[in-house]
């Protein structure tokens, strides 16, 4: 049986969706009777071929029933093409919500081919409001188009838009399987996409080495097809990767070059949604980084631009990030009350990050009667609550980071029989955050790291004292001579 997937359409929709574009099929063979001016005997037999369902397959279609079908044909084509043009038109006035209908107007009148590229429109405005659900519903419909009329490149497109929205779905490990079938029908020049994307699921799993691996692939791809908008991308990736690893000085340069390189390649004005991602990359760091005044002026130059431009998703994130600036000036009533409306927003990294922040300005509240052990309890119950979300979603360095904040609290985790600290020794030991050379953890504090391409991880200070050859380190673990993935994509700037 079929499994049904997150935004796939009913049965009847997706009747009424092929019953259309039959008809739109129908009317152009009776438009290319018309044409060739085919005889009474030719016609007859033409048009009962193609004739409507509605029809009997023995009784002959009239010309006057000929002429209406064509007529509503050539109407319907027009309309739709204006409607595309009026919708591309708004677009570049930043007039999203009537590109929105105009767009969505016109799919409704397009045949398999114009609606292919119409979805292309939508789900790159559904992308700009956030809204990943309807950009996969969109992305969906697309494949199935693709797969109809079985072309490769439509095929590879659709399989593009499907892994990108299940990624920022959090359907990671579905992300990865469409990346592999999109490969065996992506030409070779556009394999960097999906390299991107298996990077950043590995990122969000926390396969910290495959996707050290794959940024690596991307950025030899970025040099390749001297592709800037991809390298935009991976200098955000790579951003991410030493923000998870707690290397905030490595994690700020990328972000800042990534934002620079952006600011020459997007349009830099507010209603670029492309920008405002990348710029509120910068934010997270900011603040980790405790440039709280930096970080607040960023964060309401972005919220502004999204409460513009509808941006539902860069929202969320900055109610997030003033939830966390609130709690580093003390201000822990405001935060909780704006980490509790982050909790809505829909997006599960941000309801993880919610959830880790109640907890946290859950203890630093005083309560009123004094006994600070209601508090550590309300705060275990959300780091629980937050531990269920992460071990759900596949983090397993979030699943770690709630066992060592449990066990903190020194409170009993219901009747688990495994101490917090015993599972925090089992992640460490699944995600190899060790420095081979000094032995230490990477990851858990705060420190100055290098990913090599080979995948492999270690402290700044640990491989500079092992020396290079020839521009290279020499890892120790695979016993190979590697590039540092930092000055790999940095000389591509």
Avoid at 35 to 50: F, G
Avoid at 61 to 68: L, R
Avoid at 188 to 193: F, L, P, S, T
């Amino acid at each position: 049986m079929r499994k049904n997937y997150l935004g796939d359409d009913s049965a009847d929709t997706l009747s009424r969706r092929l019953a259309r574009q039959r008809t739109a099929h129908q009317h152009r063979l009776l438009s290319y009777c018309l044409k060739s001016n085919l005889n009474n005997e030719q016609w007859t037999s033409a048009v009962n071929n193609v004739a409507p369902a509605s029809s009997n397959a023995t009784e002959p279609v009239e010309k006057s029933e000929c002429f209406a079908h064509l007529s509503e044909c050539l109407m319907g084509g027009v309309i739709a093409r204006k409607k595309i043009t009026t919708g591309i038109n708004a677009y570049k006035m930043q007039d999203y919500k009537a590109a929105y209908q105009s767009w969505l107007a016109a799919s409704r009148l397009c045949d398999n081919r114009e609606l292919f590229y119409t979805l292309n429109y939508l789900i790159s405005l559904s992308f700009d409001f956030g809204n990943f659900r309807k950009m996969l519903g969109y992305a969906v419909h697309q494949f199935q188009i693709a797969r109809f009329l079985g072309e490769r490149n439509l095929i590879a497109e659709a399989y593009l838009n499907l892994l990108t929205a299940r990624g920022l779905l959090c359907n990671w490990e579905l992300c990865l399987s469409y990346c592999k079938s999109c490969l065996n029908y992506l030409d070779v020049d556009k394999a960097g996409y999906v390299y991107m994307s298996v990077a950043c699921a590995y990122l969000e799993l926390n396969r910290f080495s495959e996707a050290a691996g794959f940024l690596k692939l991307t950025c030899d791809a970025c040099n390749q097809q001297k592709n800037y908008g991809l390298l935009v991308q991976a200098l955000v990736a790579c951003s991410g990767l030493f923000f998870s690893l707690k290397s905030y000085p490595e994690a700020k340069e990328f972000a800042t070059r990534a934002v620079e390189l952006a600011g020459t390649i997007f349009s830099i004005n507010p209603g670029s949604a492309r920008y405002r991602r990348c710029a509120v990359h910068l934010i997270p760091i900011q603040i980790k980084l405790r440039q709280l005044d930096e970080a607040m002026q960023l964060c309401e130059e972005a919220v502004r631009s999204a409460l513009e431009y509808h941006d539902v998703y860069v929202q969320a994130k900055c109610l997030l990030y003033f939830a966390d600036i609130s709690r580093l000036r003390s201000d822990h009533e405001v935060a909780y009350q704006s980490y509790q409306a982050s909790l809505d927003s829909g997006y599960p990294q941000l309801r993880l990050r919610a959830l880790f922040g109640i907890g946290k300005s859950v203890l630093k509240t005083r309560p009123l009667d004094g006994n600070q052990d209601i508090a550590q309890t309300k705060a275990l119950n959300y780091y629980q609550e937050a531990l269920e979300l992460a071990t759900s979603l596949g983090c397993k360095l979030d699943v770690l980071r709630c066992y060592r904040r449990m066990a903190k609290l020194h409170l009993p985790t219901a009747e688990d029989s495994v101490s917090p600290l015993q599972h925090v020794q089992e992640l460490c030991d699944q995600l190899q955050l060790f420095c081979n050379l000094c032995g230490n953890l990477c990851g858990l504090k705060r420190s100055q790291l290098i990913v090599l391409g080979c995948g492999h991880i270690y402290h700044r200070k640990c491989l500079t004292e092992n020396g290079r050859v020839n521009g290279k380190h020499y890892c120790v673990t695979c016993r190979s001579l590697s590039e540092d993935i930092c000055e790999s994509f940095l000389v591509l700037l």
